[in-house]
């Protein structure tokens, strides 16, 4: 009778590794990393508003070198014209990262960013701060704007 081997523990990512993989591989990406190290490659200002959806190979022709693919990135609507203006250095540092010119151009989809959770608003100034600050605004003869100013001056005077 044979004794039980020792059991050893394997981590999760030797054991799924493949799986991911392959589902990074229908995107487009290569490796993965391009994704889970996205902060580290375009840096975190441009990491904090965008993420990459997949790279898109053109068809290869017969005879010709193999074009550069565009890399689809996920763009919050407000970010789009600022990533727009920063692309070319974005995708120097895509290039730099993957060792060779492999993307050619960007592509911007303007949709929220998953997995992200939405930043709860600000509570609202408390009723004895906004009358305060109304007080000190008895040169505003319109009531509705006077009232908007005090919730303003409130705000700020809490920040």
Not at 34 to 40: D, I, N, Y
Not at 96 to 108: C, D, E, I, Q, Y
């Amino acid at each position: 009778m044979r004794k039980p081997g020792r059991i050893t523990a394997k981590p999760l990512s030797t054991l799924l590794g493949g799986v991911f993989t392959d589902v990074f591989a229908k995107q487009g990406f290569a490796a993965r990393e391009l994704v889970t190290r996205w902060a580290e490659i375009a840096g975190p200002e441009v990491a904090r508003h965008t993420e990459p959806l997949k790279i898109q190979w053109p068809p290869p022709v017969e005879g010709q070198p193999q074009q550069a693919a565009t890399l689809i990135l996920r763009v919050e609507g407000p970010m789009a014209l600022e990533i727009q203006h920063t692309s070319d250095v974005i995708l120097q540092r895509v290039n730099r990262f993957l060792g060779w010119n492999a993307v050619g151009k960007l592509a911007l989809r303007q949709a929220p960013l998953t997995g992200r959770k939405a930043s709860k608003p600000p509570p609202a100034p408390d009723a004895a701060t906004v009358a305060q600050v109304a007080a000190t605004l008895t040169s505003v003869e319109d009531d509705e704007l006077r009232t908007a100013l005090a919730r303003l001056g409130a705000a700020i005077k809490r920040n």
